[in-house]
């Protein structure tokens, strides 16, 4: 039996036809044909079994044959907003691997010591895409611009709002005890800075904005890696 092939195509229930990158990678890659099988993934939370009408060198077109709603793997939004790193191929890799593990959102901030000031975008959301159709997720996890920090904390947040930082100084708990407090709030939003932290300013700032003060453990972690930690943390609050 074959293994199923799967496809990110938004609107999948009202479409004939795979988007181009999608329709290259099946044609040319898989080389599926007419009557083959697959399964459409729309990112809102509904996989589609379809069958291939026609394939040619660019186009790939199909019907679809079943709808099978998904249900949510866990209750509330996830939300981790972090700063890039310098070398970007470390925050892409970050993004790949917490999208398979499952955040709803990811936001990327432009901090007072961060050294990366840009981002493209559309590179990153190529590597969330992959890693929802490798990791099987009925969501698209949502990606967003890169916002100055002093802008981002002021926003509103109905949800637990958490900042994790390295500072002795600024009183700390641990960020899976916090989030194992009782709480009928269910979304919850956690910041992480770049290689050189936050600085003070900023997170005396969110903390009297409603941020908890917390960390990630005893170990200093790289960016990356203290935000793969902090998603790794939510799913098991969440499960």
């Known amino acids: 039996m074959k293994e199923a092939r799967y496809f990110y195509v938004p609107n999948a229930a009202t479409g004939r036809e795979l988007p181009e990158e999608e329709a290259a990678h099946a044609v040319r890659v898989l080389r599926l044909q007419e009557g083959d099988e697959m399964v459409l993934m729309d990112g809102e939370g509904c996989f589609y079994q379809a069958e291939v009408t026609m394939a040619s060198q660019k186009h790939c077109l199909y019907k679809i044959t079943n709808t099978l ?7 509330g939004h996830l939300h981790l907003a972090i700063a890039p790193t310098k070398m970007m ?13 499952g955040v709803d959102e990811i936001s ?67 960020f899976f005890d916090e989030l194992r407090q009782p ?6 939003l956690v910041l992480v800075g770049p290689e050189g932290d936050f600085s003070v300013d900023e997170v005396r700032l969110a903390i009297e904005h409603g941020f908890v003060s917390v960390h990630l453990g005893e170990s200093r972690l790289r960016t990356e890696t203290a935000g793969l930690a902090a998603v790794m943390m939510m799913q098991l609050y969440k499960n």
């Open 183 to 188: 709480s009928d709030i269910e979304d919850v």
């Open 108 to 174: 990327f901030l432009r901090c007072q010591f961060s050294e990366r000031k840009v981002i493209k975008l559309p590179r990153v959301e190529k590597i969330a895409v992959s890693a929802m159709k490798q990791s099987r997720k009925a969501w698209k996890t949502q990606l967003c611009e890169m916002t100055d920090f002093k802008t981002f904390v002021q926003r509103e947040y109905k949800g637990r709002k958490y900042i994790a930082h390295c500072y002795d100084e600024i009183a700390r708990t641990y």
């Open 89 to 101: 191929e470390r925050i892409e890799w970050m993004t790949e691997k917490a999208v398979e593990i």
């Open 69 to 75: 709603p998904q249900q949510p793997q866990w209750n």
